[in-house]
């Protein structure tokens, strides 16, 4: 299963009869739906549609005592149910404007009441300096005023759920345009093919002098220097290995350890 | 969680291109499904577009991890690749060093790789290339960067450092707390 999608919702403060009732410890008292009405000689609702004691269905209403013989009653009594119903739509509304007041906490320092801590009367001061024809650009600040935080431009992103194949096609645009200008590693991959032929003719020469020359001092030289050489034929030590038996065993053995590294670090 | 922006995009593609170069964009445009990057907490997570739909359901700040992270954005927002990264990194990489047996217990410890332990390198790999690290078996084991080009490679001493260490497996078990 899977977590819930949204989360829980926050509590409600309490209307206002729902404070009352709770000051006076007045507990709700279950009520039955139906009431028997002597009128119609049936049971009928005590609230909605065809109720038992509807006021502004009566046929007959007498006038009382003191008032005047011309004015309509039936007209008095709907206007009192119209008034009965605008104001319970009110206190309706006033409570849920209260429930949504008090989640949002940033208008906290709008309404003066006597008690406003220091925060909100500086947000209520920044949100009056902003209130001017000019959005508050001439306005002017105290000395030593500061601006109000957060007060920039907010950053706005793209949705979480945008088109995907939108920010695919955008993304293999910016990676052709990156791919596009690279030359510079074509700078280096030259010098690095250059170095390799250097070598190479380097390894090639040496090893036309070290077959002409047979001295000590001959092989040496060339032993030291051959240890860097990158590419020459593929089966050095074997070709050395025929050399070194012409060799004295000193300069055998140290041509030996310089010529492994050389092979190793060729792969 | 969001998109990543054009300037955060391109810093992390151009961080991933040095390992894999034009083969990142078989990492953005797949045959087998719609992935996508995300940003969150600072972190990049490469993730399915069906993973991510799920994700969306749950808040921000109970949400830890989807998908793969691919690395995090730092304070100055540079782009810094982590080991998870790895898993697709290695099937691309342009540039592979091999490093011997004996040399792999020290890189899975955290240490540069010297020429000593350096068993194969492919050819015209520049100095400072991103490269991805394997064993002798063909297992990857990292990503560095190559501290010398391979013809330097071959003229160095062998106490030298060839690959600078990046990230390695043995990330997993040393940086756990910071692994998500």
Sequence with gaps: RLPREKPLPRPRPLTRWQQFARLKGIRPRKKTNLVWDDASGQWRRRWGYQRARD?????????????????????????????????????????????????????????????????????????????????????????????????????????????????????????????????????????????????????????????????????????????????????????????????????GGKRKGGQQQGGKGRK | MRPLTEEETRVMFEKIAKYIGENLQLLVDRPDGTYCFRLHNDRVYYVSEKILKLAANISGDKLVSLGTCFGKFTKTHKFRLHITALDFLAPYAKYKVWIKPGAEQSFLYGNHVLKSGLGRITENTSQYQGVVVYSMADVPLGFGVAAKSTQDCRKVDPMAIVVFHQADIGEYVRHEETLT
Excluded: C, Y
């Design chain 1, 55 to 251: 006021d502004t269905k009566e046929w007959l209403i007498e006038v009382p005592g003191g008032a005047d013989p011309l004015e309509d009653q039936f007209a008095k009594r709907m206007e009192a149910k119209k008034e009965r119903v605008a104001k319970n739509e009110l206190n309706r509304l006033r409570n849920l404007a209260r429930a949504h007041k008090q989640q949002l906490p940033s208008a906290a320092g709008l309404r003066p009441t006597g008690h406003q801590s220091k925060e909100e009367l500086g947000r209520a001061m920044h949100v009056a300096k902003v209130s001017t024809a000019s959005l508050g650009r001439f306005q002017e600040r105290l000395p030593k005023e500061k601006a109000p935080r957060g007060a920039g431009k907010k950053r706005k992103f793209q949705p979480l759920f945008g088109d995907f194949a939108a920010e695919k096609k955008s993304q293999l645009e910016l990676l052709r345009v990156m791919n596009s200008k690279k030359p510079q590693l074509d700078v280096t991959r030259a010098t690095n093919k250059q170095m390799r032929e250097e070598d190479q003719e380097e390894a090639a020469k040496r090893r036309k002098m070290s077959q002409k020359s047979k001295r000590k001092g001959g092989r040496q030289g060339p032993g030291g220097k051959r240890k860097g050489g990158g590419s020459g034929p593929p089966k050095r030590k074997g070709g050395l290995g025929g050399k070194m038996h012409s060799r004295q065993p000193g300069a």
